[in-house]
């Protein structure tokens, strides 16, 4: 593909440019560039005249650590950050929630800060609390008050005078759909009225927003979409909830793009993409099984692990469920009533990783289990990572971390409704008003967005030691 000439012309020269990151949680490439995009005029006019590709996540592909590692181009083992949840320390049930204070790394805006430069940031995961920026900031869907979510705090009064109540997330999780597609219009409405008023009336050279609203449409009603889904539901009222979204999400591109003028480049990423949920593999059964943990009494009801009565003294490994599973060893000097020794603790893992490879589907089926140490991902492994990172089939099933199941496999998640998994690929749009180039990126990388744009704000400062470069490089642009 040869297009480094036209390419060249938009992350060349761009004096006075600013740059607008619309992040899409959980877009997946093949409903935003492929199903839908007829019925999207404005995304499609973005990538019929812009630079437009599927963008790899990291692993593991959830919200936090995405986005965290999009915006300061450095992945979970440096940031130390492996999902929403992590271990405390060695305890076998204490557990702390990833916040914006997590993050050690300098994001995009901290670089911009050091120029004298200005960000408006909305609803980056994770950004509660509020942390002060050369600019303003109103924090993510993490918030879990809504008494201090906005830096300046003076910006929570305007923002509250034009919008009412600010809306973070929605309940996704609930069968009660109607008042959940009601509540993701309010939220997403909300969103964008502050995004333009904060375009029209704030100083930035550098705007980022993070939309939940998707991945929370996905979640909830996957199944009444993909005709290809296990409990797929076909002729329900709600088999056009996605696409009628999508087709809303396009009408607000439309609003912002009436605001920019010819100096401000769209970026369009999403930290993963979206795909059908196949179930759950229900990681504390099979364990028990397999004698690696032992239980005192069993639960007769589907039970959290920490609420279990688990016998530690006979106990070599257990697992937390969620997107992938993350697996702990129970190690001689670690924690508390160790039982693997030391000496033995590599061939342990190889043990592990060789047997959880091999677990076969439901109905006997090769599944592509990927079990992997994380110093196997990441060349750096802060904070408290997992002993094995264990994702089932592709990430086509999610792991059941309760016990109490009478099967080793579920049809559903065992932790409420929920109709679809995470996948690798996100999306990738960048659009320059004075350019009309039309030519697909590939080889991308979540990585690759925040060196690319402090590239396109020309500045003289970077990511320090990135993973990612400057989207140029990475399609062989000279």
Known sequence: MVISKLKSRLIGKNEGKKVILLGLDSAPPELLFEEFIDDLPNFKMLVEKGISGRLRTIEPPITIPAWASMVTSKNPGQL????????????????WIANSRSIKEKTIWDIL???GRKSTVIGVPPSYPPKEISGNLISCFITPTTDNYTYPPSLKSEIEELVGQYTFDVVFRTEERDTLLKGLYDM?????EVIKYLMKNKEWDFLMAVEIGLDRLHHAFWKFYDKKHHLYEPGSKYENAIKDYYKYLDKKLGEILDIIDDDTIIVVASDHGTKRMKGSFCINEWLIEKGYLVLNTRPVEP????KCDVDWSRTTAWAWGGYYSRIFVNLKGRESEGTVDADDYESFLDELKSVLREIPGPDGEVL??????????????LGDAPDLMASFDDYYYRAAGTLGHSSMFLAENDTGPDDSMHSMNGVLIIYDPQQDLGVEASGASILD????????LKSKKA?????????????NDE
């Open 463 to 475: 990511i320090e030691n990135p993973n990612g470069k400057v989207i140029k490089e990475v399609l």
């Open 368 to 381: 592509k289990n990927k079990i992997v140490r994380p110093e196997e991902l990441y060349s750096t492994t």
């Open 113 to 115: 800060a050091e120029e």
């Open 449 to 456: 967005v925040a060196p690319t744009v402090l590239h396109l």
């Open 188 to 192: 997403t409405e909300k969103r964008f």
């Open 303 to 306: 039970t959290a692990l920490d």
């Open 80 to 95: 130390g950050m492996y999902g929403f949840r992590h271990r405390k320390g060695n305890s076998y049930t204490d557990f």
